[in-house]
């Protein structure tokens, strides 16, 4: 059985940073395809970041640079670090993961998912 917890979280002001956790257990994080996400309330669950087939990571067009996607796989975790948050960064951050090793940034191709990380940006 997969699990996915995300952590790290919170209220910044306008600016700000946090670093987000994503801890997998249940399968062998080397041969997953783990992704980050984000709904903001009222929208639908938008892609934020994943490792493309060659390594590199991509982002979507809004993370603008501020966005960096890591991962520690002795640890089973992937990681968001994200800075000069803004209030349109607002949202629930969840992570998505699949067993199959390369996906599409789009919900609708992972499986498991955690609970989710509430980040508030005050202006």
């Known amino acids: 059985q997969v699990t996915v917890v995300e952590s790290g979280g919170g209220s910044v002001q306008s600016g700000g940073s946090l670093r987000l956790s994503c801890v997998v257990s249940g399968y062998d994080f080397s041969h997953v395809c783990a992704a980050w996400f984000r709904q903001a309330p009222g929208k639908s669950r938008e892609g934020v970041a994943v490792f493309g087939r060659d390594g590199n990571p991509i982002y979507a067009r809004f993370v603008k640079g501020r966005f960096t996607i890591s991962q520690d796989k002795a640890k089973n975790t992937l990681f968001l670090q994200m800075d000069n948050l803004s209030p349109e960064d607002t949202a629930m951050y969840y992570c998505?993961?699949?067993?199959?090793?390369?996906?599409?940034?789009?919900?609708?191709?992972?499986?498991?998912w955690g609970q989710g990380t509430q980040v508030n940006v005050t202006a």
């Open positions: 998505g993961v699949d067993l199959f090793p390369y996906k599409a940034l789009i919900p609708e191709a992972f499986a498991y």
